[in-house]
């Protein structure tokens, strides 16, 4: 494992100590409402704390970008950290056991090394750049299916004020068709690890963030996947918008998508 990647793990571990020692006193946290829907807790930014003092030790001149605290040194290294201490922090305040700590490094604006970390199973996934994909430490690759027949999706619906539900409701029933299924889970960093391990066959979603997708975008890489923005290019991580799958079913996916979304939205 790379060293870079054995801090990452590091920090994942320690968020995650603290992210499940909380589960059962989730009725007496401090949460803020950031925008509607959209919550923070204090577990949030306690686990964000320890992941960031854990990185800091070890690379005490990286850049780091962390959901709840912003950016730090941005300007200063060809390093940047990208970090969410809690994604699906909605099902950890309903005790729904699916979320997860997200952490990235991105060298020149290229992602180099993904932890994902899901504490309540003890599931580590791992990767760097040209060396592939793990789950706690076994290789792992995208499915094989060769079409959206039979497949099993993920996605995200939106949320917030400033999403197109319309938009993406268009999009749900062509995908749906002729599938087994559409899950929406709740959080984005594990959907994007399920892909790589072959436990999705496919996903897409509008509008996330860097913080939600930049270490689960570098597995499905790794596992043998295709990302791209609905435009079928390689901006995903700055415009939110991502399609994943393997080769052929990345494929079919765009298709059906490019059949709905209008070419201007298509970024």
Known sequence: MQPMVSIAVRAARSAGNIIVRALDRVDTLQIIEKK?????TEVDQRAEQ????????AYPDHAIIAEESGEQNKRDSEYTWIIDPLDGTTNFLHGFPQFAVSIA?????????????????????????????????????????KSLQGALLA??????????????LATL???IEGTAGVRRAGSAALDLAYVAAGR????????????????????????????????GDDNYLD????????LK??????RRLNEIIPTNERR
């Open 50 to 57: 320890e992941i960031i003092k854990t990185l800091r030790r």
């Open 173 to 175: 029933k062509p995908m």
């Open 239 to 246: 415009s939110g918008n991502v399609v994943a799958g393997n």
């Open 36 to 40: 509607q829907n959209d919550f923070v």
């Open 155 to 168: 996605t995200g619906i939106p949320f917030r004020e400033d999403q197109d539900l319309d938009l993406y």
């Open 249 to 254: 079913v990345h494929a079919e996916m765009m």
């Open 200 to 231: 999705f066959d496919g996903f897409w979603e509008f509008g996330l963030n860097s913080w939600d997708m930049a270490a689960g975008c570098l597995l499905i890489e790794e596992a043998g996947g295709v990302l791209t923005d609905f435009a």
């Open 105 to 145: 490094l991105r060298h020149k604006n290229k992602t180099q090394h993904a932890v994902v970390y899901n504490p309540v199973n003890d599931e580590m996934f791992t990767a760097s750049r040209g060396e592939g994909a793990q789950l706690n430490e076994r290789r792992i690759r995208v499915a094989k299916r």
